[in-house]
């Protein structure tokens, strides 16, 4: 059977997201990273840090979003990484039965370090490549990125 460019950009973009998921890449991602102690906990930091961003706290609707999980998925994540002390869940004022997540001090700091730990890890594996090469996978990336988002939201 003949493969198409799309057939191996899928499989490509497949295996990113597989060696991404490995047990290997997320001890090296983690190393050190204590209180982010699994990538659920920094994906949900990374949820709440994005809402933060555009203006305001996240909900627990707003992290199942970011996440793509379904609501009490992310109840129970949100409820571990807030005794964890990373995030801040407070009634909203204008909905007492709507939940604010706000990062704490500490969520900061541990998401600033993972996130400049991730981006090492980047950097060492394409730390051979042509700049101008990395500068191209980056526009090509991004345009793709949100080709995938446009069409998620449809």
């Known amino acids: 059977m003949h493969s198409t460019p799309f057939d191996q950009l899928d499989d490509l973009l497949t295996r990113i997201n597989v060696a991404r998921q490995r047990p290997s890449w997320r001890r090296r991602l983690l190393a050190d990273a204590d209180p982010v102690t699994s990538v659920s906990t920094l994906r949900t930091l990374r949820a709440v840090e994005h809402h933060q961003r555009n203006g305001a706290g996240a909900s627990i609707g707003d992290v199942a979003d970011y996440l793509a999980v379904e609501h009490s998925t992310a109840s129970r994540t949100v409820s ?14 204008e909905d007492q039965r709507r939940s604010v997540l706000v990062l704490t001090d500490i969520g900061v700091k541990a998401l600033a370090a993972v996130t400049d730990r991730r981006r090492e890890l980047v950097a060492e594996t394409v730390a051979d490549w042509d700049p101008a090469d990395v500068d191209r996978l980056v526009a090509l990336l991004d345009r793709l990125t949100r080709r995938f988002e446009e069409a998620g939201c449809r």
């Open 80 to 93: 571990a990484v807030a005794a964890a002390g990373l995030i801040t869940k407070s009634s909203a004022a």
